[in-house]
């Protein structure tokens, strides 16, 4: 089974430039997340997917991040202006069918490495 | 209080030890826990899932007591390549049928040969 898919694995740009990254989940996980991973730290969600409708984008800074899952399968995440604190990995990962029980775990892509300079 | 806790790293011990990381969560409506380990610039992989029993897989023991709001993980004659960092993941509803996964910040594991 082909896992998570992400593109590209590694970006630099400079502050203020704009960067997009793309995922593709498993086949037929319905639910699809963005997580920012800052070295040294945990994975904190972004936001969360359950087919092309987005249940939790609480933490995720509007004024420069927007993220669409369109058809309920590929996402693609934005950053536009990029600031240094972007800096970190940008993990998607899936989970199974809605509704997502409290015992699937999910399954994370490889991450795109972002550096801004 | 952060969400997840977890014991601040590094840990470094010899090959053959036994070592415990320990975590606590704030959210007493939560419903499932792992751990998940991360190996050095790859992404996190499930580990084991928390049961309130505890439960054993091979060398790793993880407990859970839901009244404490506590959770373990115990690792018996350490290897090399279980040199990584282990995240401590909680989960919550989070309404429209789906459950939000909250990571703790990790512990390194350094095991020294």
């Known amino acids: 089974e082909a896992g998570v898919a992400q593109s590209p694995r590694y970006k630099i740009i400079e502050k203020r430039q704009s960067v997009a990254f793309w995922c593709n989940p498993i086949s037929g996980h319905a639910t699809l997340y963005w997580y920012q991973q800052i070295l040294g730290q945990g994975p904190k969600l972004l936001i969360q997917f359950q087919n092309n409708g987005v249940v939790d984008d609480s933490q995720l800074p509007k004024d420069r991040f927007s993220a669409e899952r369109l058809k309920g399968v590929d996402s693609t995440l934005k950053i536009q202006p990029a600031k240094l604190e972007d800096s970190a990995v940008y993990l998607c990962?899936?989970?199974?069918?809605?509704?997502?029980?409290?015992?699937?775990?999910?399954?994370f892509g490889e991450g795109s490495w972002l550096t801004v300079v | 209080r952060k969400e997840v806790e977890q014991d601040p790293g590094p840990f470094n011990v010899p090959e053959g030890a036994t070592v415990a990381f320990n975590c606590t969560y704030s959210n007493s409506a939560s419903q499932s826990f792992f751990w998940y380990r991360q190996d050095c610039r790859k992404e996190p992989k499930l580990l084991m899932s928390?049961?309130?029993s505890g439960n054993e897989d091979g060398r790793f023991t993880a407990q859970l007591n839901r009244a404490s709001q506590y959770i373990s993980l115990l690792i018996r004659d350490s290897k090399l390549s279980d040199s990584a960092t282990y995240l401590c993941?909680?989960?919550?509803?989070?309404?429209?049928?789906?459950?939000?996964?909250?990571f703790g910040k990790g512990t390194k594991l350094s095991v020294i040969p």
């Open positions: 990962a899936s989970s199974p069918q809605t509704p997502t029980t409290a015992g699937n775990t999910i399954y």
């Open positions: 993941v909680v989960t919550a509803y989070s309404g429209a049928g789906s459950y939000q996964l909250t």
């Open positions: 928390v049961y309130s």
